[in-house]
T-cell receptor
Framework: KAGVTQTPRYLIKTRGQQVTLSCSPI?????VSWYQQTPGQGLQFLFE???????NKGNFPGRFSGRQFSNSRSEMNVSTLELGDSALYLC???????????FGEGSRLTVL | AQRVTQPEKLLSVFKGAPVELKCNYS??????LFWYVQYSRQRLQLLLR??SRESIKGFTADLNKGETSFHLKKPFAQEEDSAMYYC????????????FGKGTMLLVSP
């Protein structure tokens, strides 16, 4: 079966712009979580959704937001981009919040 | 707040040598610990979890609550074990909220 799909894979934005990243989970998976990966901070948890409800949120400013749709697809949005937002954004899905995480290949965001 | 520490950024060994990737954690609750691995040009994937108490690809990890450690071990390293290894801790709320260590790159030379 198809794995977790993230789009776009690469994107370049300038400071002050906003960006929306998309994640399609494995078919049947209802839980989606997002992580930010940077060389300095490593992998950091952003948020987790299950059945369209945000279950948990990491320690990120309000510029970072997300949502999950009825088909379990998820989007995350970052507004007023800063240089420090340059990172690889990983999405992971699981059957349920207590299930094994399956990661996507990530969306690499560069902010200039 | 919970924290996961992997003290080594890089571990280089020869094929056939034993391997131990260190992981220490701090957490006030009852932790669920995992090891994730990322091979070159592949996605991050689960290697093993402590509640399963199983051996995957020859790797084992024992949770030591007294020393707050979850070291990953393999008696005889293979070249295909070369990868980035991440130790992760799950909060009580569920496995999807993981706190990751910064990772250890394992290089196995022939």
């Amino acid at each position: 079966k198809a794995g977790v799909t993230q789009t776009p894979r690469y994107l370049i934005k300038t400071r002050g712009q906003q960006v929306t990243l998309s994640c399609s989970p494995i078919s049947g998976h209802r839980s989606v979580s997002w992580y930010q990966q940077t060389p300095g901070q490593g992998l950091q948890f952003l948020f987790e959704y299950f059945s369209e409800t945000q279950r948990n949120k990491g320690n990120f400013p309000g510029r970072f937001s997300g949502r999950q749709f009825s088909n379990s697809r998820s989007e995350m949005n970052v507004s007023t981009l800063e240089l420090g937002d340059s990172a690889l954004y990983l999405c992971a899905s699981s059957l349920a919040p207590t299930g094994e995480l399956f990661f996507g290949e990530g969306s690499r965001l560069t902010v200039l | 707040a919970q924290r996961v520490t992997q003290p080594e950024k890089l571990l280089s060994v020869f094929k056939g040598a034993p391997v131990e990737l260190k992981c220490n954690y701090s957490y006030s609750g009852s932790p669920e610990l995992f090891w994730y691995v990322q091979y070159s040009r592949q996605r991050l994937q689960l290697l093993l979890r402590h509640i399963s108490r199983e051996s995957i690809k020859g790797f084992t990890a024992d949770l030591n609550k007294g020393e707050t450690s979850f070291h990953l071990k393999k008696p005889f390293a293979q070249e295909e074990d070369s990868a980035m290894y991440y130790c992760a801790l799950a909060e009580n709320s569920g496995y999807s909220t993981l706190t990751f260590g910064k990772g250890t790159m394992l290089l196995v030379s022939p």
